[in-house]
């Protein structure tokens, strides 16, 4: 079973890898280990151990010691799992620079994909190699598609950039020249019926591929008039029909179909997925316009809300650029938060209770900062692209923050 995957995951996923990919080691010490499921850990830390043994080759003094202990991190870690979990493990370790030679520190981040690791992979490189994991995230829809006429009919699944064929079926209807010695009428008749036969059947295939996949969507192509037939027809089954977004004019059938069906639908599958979060937003607006007291917007607004556990929905902006930074007071103890513009800590001021030096204890961006407060409370979270006008409007207009609120908060 496919399943979808939030927004939440997907921007928690997409934020770690541009941090990932903004590190790079001193020497080539960074370790990128790939786990698929199923793997026992015993066999990977064997594994680990040859490639700590390879490593005491290394020329370089620093990079020996720091492959080593990266190899080293990712053994202490691994021995927390029992197993490898179900989607397999990603892990990244190394010495990451902080300043120059001899400032490094191990860092390590493992990492339980959304999507199964196929392969086992090792690598030891100046920079992580991402490309497994940054690729499981482009992968996130899925669509069903139906090319047919009235001689057969393909069904294939989308997923992000592949496709996979699952069947053709042919119908056996005859063609024009089967009409023989028979008259027209009532071989019109037999084609009808036999179509109609047809169109049943390309629903319960299309059932069997289709209906226990959680698709974003249906779209249904192919050469003349079929298509339209069989969907105004309302063959499919109902939840299939309702998931209908486009039925496209081919010029093929059968896979060469499928190739063309999804040539054509690119700017609709684009639209859809934008088209989603256009109407998040359109709906926080309306409830603004209509019954103000359900909806809150702004920083200091929701976050008010959000404490006091009554937002229902959550809509966030992922282009905000802010920072909520933790500091605590060296002397007493007493902590402040505060929002900045950048990451990097500029302003430090002294404790107000007692004067003594502050410290940051914490900096996460703002948006992580409100998707774990939302997750305290059990609101539900969607995070909003800029793509749209909506998007813009949410971030110019709203400060990319906006609430609504399990019930009225006058
Ligand atoms: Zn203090």
């Known amino acids: ?9 997907l921007y928690r996923l997409k934020k770690l890898i541009e941090e990932l990919e903004s590190k790079e080691g001193r020497g080539t010490e960074l370790i990128s280990l790939y786990i698929p499921p199923g793997r026992p850990i015993a066999d990977v830390m064997s594994h680990l151990r040859e490639e700590y043994g390879t490593a005491a080759n290394i020329k370089s003094k620093s990079t020996r010691k720091n492959v080593q202990d990266a190899i080293e991190s990712i053994m202490q870690r691994l021995k927390l799992f029992k197993t490898v979990p179900q989607n397999g493990l990603a892990i990244f370790c190394g010495a ?16 339980e994909p959304p999507e199964p690791i196929s392969t086992y992979y090792y690598r030891c490189d100046s920079r992580f190699y991402l490309e497994p994991i940054k690729e499981m995230l482009t992968e996130k829809e899925f669509y069903g598609l139906i090319v047919m006429d009235r001689s057969s009919a393909t069904f294939a699944i989308l997923k992000g950039r592949r496709v996979e064929i699952l069947e053709t079926i042919t119908s056996g209807v005859p063609g024009k020249h089967d009409a023989g010695g ?28 289709f209906l226990n996949v959680n698709l974003k969507g249906i779209i249904i192509g192919g050469p003349g008039p079929t298509k339209n037939e069989f969907y105004t027809g309302n063959y499919l089954h109902y939840q299939l029909q309702s998931k ?21 639908s690119r700017e609709v599958l684009k639209d859809v997925e934008l088209l989603r979060e ?63 513009e950048g990451k990097l800590v500029i302003v430090r001021e002294n404790c107000e209770k007692c004067g003594g030096i502050m410290y940051e204890e914490e900096v996460k961006s703002l948006v992580e900062e409100f998707i ?39």
């Open 182 to 209: 028979q008259s027209a009428r009532r071989f019109q008749r037999l084609i009808e019926l036999a179509a109609h036969d047809f169109y049943k059947r390309v629903a319960e295939h299309a059932e069997k591929h």
């Open 372 to 410: 774990e407060l939302a997750e305290k409370t059990k609101a539900q979270v969607e995070i909003i692209s800029t793509e749209t006008n909506e998007g813009k409007i949410l971030l110019k207009s709203f400060g990319g923050i906006v609430a609504i609120l399990r019930y009225s908060s006058e």
């Open 244 to 264: 209908v977004i486009s039925v496209e004019d081919l010029g093929y059938t059968e896979e060469p179909g499928v190739y063309e069906l999804i040539e054509k």
């Open 278 to 340: 256009k109407n998040l937003v359109q709906n926080f607006l309306e409830l603004l316009a209509k019954s103000m007291n359900y909806v809150t917007y702004g920083e200091k607004e929701v976050r008010d809300k959000l404490e006091k556990g009554i937002v229902k929905l959550l809509l966030i902006s992922s282009d905000i650029e802010k920072y909520r930074v933790k500091f605590k007071c060296q002397s007493c103890g007493f902590e402040k938060e505060v929002t900045q």
């Open 96 to 111: 990451i620079p902080r300043g120059p030679p001899g400032t490094e520190k191990i860092e390590i981040y493992v990492i």
């Open 1 to 9: 079973m496919l399943e979808k995957r939030s927004s939440v995951e």
